[in-house]
């Protein structure tokens, strides 16, 4: 992608997603915030524990899955309100961290606020891309993302990156948005399903191929959720879009895209 493009796909996600920490957007779907949350895996006492971080904007449950133990360091790559962040920080205790990096100043200030009211003193949020994370080398025992990988336009770097600051022996465990099929034109070229999540997305098997060449292993795809539940989520009512999405969105959800879980590690 020609460098402009890639500037102006990060400015439309950036004030997006801004506008959704200000309260001047609404997430994904039209159901509540916590409707959507179960209805992609997290429970109600996860719920509970983040508190008002939870904004809806998933497309899976990270840590469902992860094997997070105290005293670990846990980087968040999108980090947004904290939600995963905060659910992480319940798993690794007092001894451990956590980091969570966004683009985004309006999230980062609604994170930190959130940190503060949850007196989550581990939980730091670091300003960054995640094509170029303000991480140290092999300083991260457990990277996690949900639904943010999709929306970058240079998704090698993101997976050269999470090899960057693994540990060896460490793991990542994400959450996104991948196609099975083609999307059409007019899908594809569309702002609002870039930053919707559908037409940033990558073929499956490409995005599970830049994991492999940034020297990634033991990769496993533990769940698959097809694109008619997603379809669900964006437009519920036949023929109705809502909440800012439209209707052929849905429609492109329901025939083309797949919320996946990749796990993985660092040999």
């Not at 159901?31 to 899976?60: F, H, M, R």
């Not at 300003?127 to 929306?151: M, Q, R, T, W, Y």
């Not at 499956?204 to 994991?211: G, T």
């Amino acid at each position: 992608m020609p460098m402009q493009k890639e500037d102006e796909v990060l400015e439309s996600v950036r004030e997006h997603y801004g506008a959704i920490a200000r309260g001047q957007k609404s997430g994904c779907g039209c159901a509540s915030k916590d409707s959507v949350a179960q209805a992609i895996g997290y429970t109600p006492e996860e719920l509970k524990i983040a508190g008002d971080a939870n904004l809806g904007l998933g497309c899976g449950n990270p840590l469902a899955l992860a094997e997070l133990r105290p005293g670990m360091t846990v980087l968040d790559l999108g980090s947004g309100a904290g939600f995963d962040a905060f659910l992480a920080w319940r798993q690794i205790g007092d001894s451990g961290k956590v980091i969570g990096v966004d683009m985004t100043d309006d999230m980062l200030a609604r994170a930190r606020e959130n940190a503060a009211n949850l007196k989550a003193t581990n939980v730091e949020f670091r300003k960054g891309h995640i094509e170029e994370l303000p991480v140290d080398d092999a300083s991260v025992d457990f990277v996690i993302s949900n639904c943010v990988i999709n929306l970058s336009p240079d998704k090698t770097r993101v997976f050269r990156e999470i090899f960057r600051v693994l540990k060896p022996g460490g793991r990542f465990a994400v959450s996104d948005i991948v196609l099975l099929a083609d999307l059409p034109d007019s899908v594809r070229n569309d702002v609002s399903a870039y930053v919707g999540c559908i037409s940033g997305a990558s073929m499956m098997h490409d995005y599970i191929r830049y994991a492999l060449e940034a020297g990634l292993t033991n990769l496993s795809v533990p769940q698959i959720a097809h694109g008619s539940k997603i379809a669900a989520v964006l437009a519920p009512e036949p023929g109705q879009g809502c909440c800012g999405s439209k209707t052929e969105l849905a429609e492109a959800a329901a025939s083309a895209v797949a919320s996946i879980k990749l796990h993985g590690m660092k040999a």
